[in-house]
DNA sequence: ACTATTTTTAATCATTTGATTAAATTAAAT
DNA sequence: ATTTAATTTAATCAAATGATTAAAAATAGT
């Protein structure tokens, strides 16, 4: 047959639409990219994007569902972990975040602006309600607080705390780096310091 | 004249107009809203969109013109007080974003994603380049570690903080929810108790 | 009451946009 | 080499969308 070593041609024209939709609907979000940005911008026609994905939607929910697997991969794999301890998952967590997002800035606002416009649809797929409120992490940190380790906490101001900290740095950054000053090396300078200091300010917080 | 007095009308209609765009903007976006729906929402008819604004460019600019100007008055006005110490301005700043905040859940979102969309305008008529760095607030907060009260702190790391632990549980609301428990009173609870726990922690990080 | 002005409406336009089709091209199989 | 299947292309479609227009209705001024 002919489809099945042609696959890896298909697979590279297939790529190539992906990334482009990648690349726009991250940037731009579902409803302001053009299909035919898409085409374009991968240098394909038109016609393939709807020959290879069947529909703009099931395009974007291949981009949005792989983003999302991106994204809660880690967590998944990280906070479970009965073997390392809570200030390990901390370090890891934050260092692991901020290295990733440091490759792919547009994720955190891509999948929370399109929570936004859908967010039964999009919370259903994710799969991940409780996660972290269920999780050995944040049962860990309850055992730390009844040790007297750290100070009581509600685990939703932890998880505010953490995430605030961590990620809204993405999601601001055009805000941050107008009202603050420096640009876009200071800016990824200011991330690699924050890998760092986050724990500590968390474990701060915690003792506040 | 008749145009005169039937103002009186007239801005109620203009104002069944912004208020339906107010709400479908900040919810959906510019791009994923559209004028017939904003002309359902407000019950009028879809040629008045344009009659009263030209265009649905027009009446998004208006609308996120006075998003911007409600978000950074306070901050204006707050942060470039000299009668008041850095602490009472944190305390402020705190308190009057999250009430303001919990009465209009959508605002950052609602800027920040445009802001994706289209950095270089927007930014600009926001009009607060190096607001923050530049400010009274940012400067006492200086002095503040200049004597020893607090430790040494990078303004961006500070200007992170303060708006990732204040702003972030709005702009993540859909998902903090799925991954913690909690439902839309506890959230409003968490974030009544966040006014008081903020200033403490941003305190906290600050000594360490 | 009459006129002028403003506001509202229904119908329509032009463009954009996602999608499809039929033909052409390329690659694979025999 | 010929046939078959897969891929690509240009042209086109139908629906959606922002905007306009001309007429009707409402309001104000005299």
Request: no cysteine; proline share 0%.
């Given at each position: 047959m002919a489809k099945k070593d042609s696959k890896i041609l298909d697979k590279s024209t297939e790529e190539k639409i992906k990334s482009a939709a990648r690349l726009l609907f991250q940037q731009k979000g579902f409803a302001a990219t053009r299909t035919r940005d898409i085409a374009q911008e991968s240098g394909i026609n038109l016609a393939l994007l709807n020959y290879y994905f069947r529909s703009k939607e099931k395009l974007f929910e291949l981009i949005m569902m792989e983003a999302l697997t991106g994204f809660f991969a880690v967590l998944k794999s990280v906070i479970?972990?009965?073997?390392?301890?809570f200030e390990d998952k901390l370090d890891l967590l934050v260092e692991t975040y901020i290295t990733r997002l440091l490759v792919n800035e547009d994720i955190p606002m891509f999948i929370l602006s399109e929570i936004r416009s859908n967010p039964k649809a999009l919370l259903k797929v994710i799969n991940a309600e409780r996660l972290m409120i269920d999780s050995v992490f944040i049962h860990q940190l309850q055992k730390q607080i009844e040790a007297g380790v750290y100070k009581p906490i509600h685990p939703n101001h932890f998880l505010m705390n953490f995430m605030g900290l961590t990620v809204f740095p993405f999601v601001a950054k055009p805000m941050i780096l107008h009202l603050g000053d420096g640009n876009e090396t200071e800016f990824r300078k200011h991330l690699e310091e924050r890998k760092r200091l986050i724990p500590i300010w968390i474990k701060a917080l915690l003792n506040t």
């Open positions: 479970n972990d009965s073997n390392s301890s």
